[in-house]
């Protein structure tokens, strides 16, 4: 799992950009998503990569696992 764009860059822009890589059920990933946006507040936009996370698709990123 991997934190994109403006808070990889310690950067509040209201949006936050996570890219998750591997095989996931994207439908159930969707409810998860949709429930910490309302306990947070904030728009998240996913990414979900079945392969190897490429950094050069990203101008900053934070690896959380």
Do not use: C, H, T, W
């Not at 890219?19 to 910490?36: N, R, S």
């Not at 947070?40 to 698709?57: A, T």
């Amino acid at each position: 799992i991997y934190i994109v764009g403006d808070y990889a860059r310690g950067i509040d822009g209201g949006l936050i950009q996570v890219v998750v890589v591997g095989i996931i059920q994207p439908i159930e990933m969707a409810k998860i998503v949709k429930d910490i946006e309302k306990k947070i507040g904030r728009k998240i936009d996913l990414v979900i990569l079945d392969s190897e996370f490429n950094d050069l698709n990203f101008d900053s990123y934070l690896r959380l696992f």
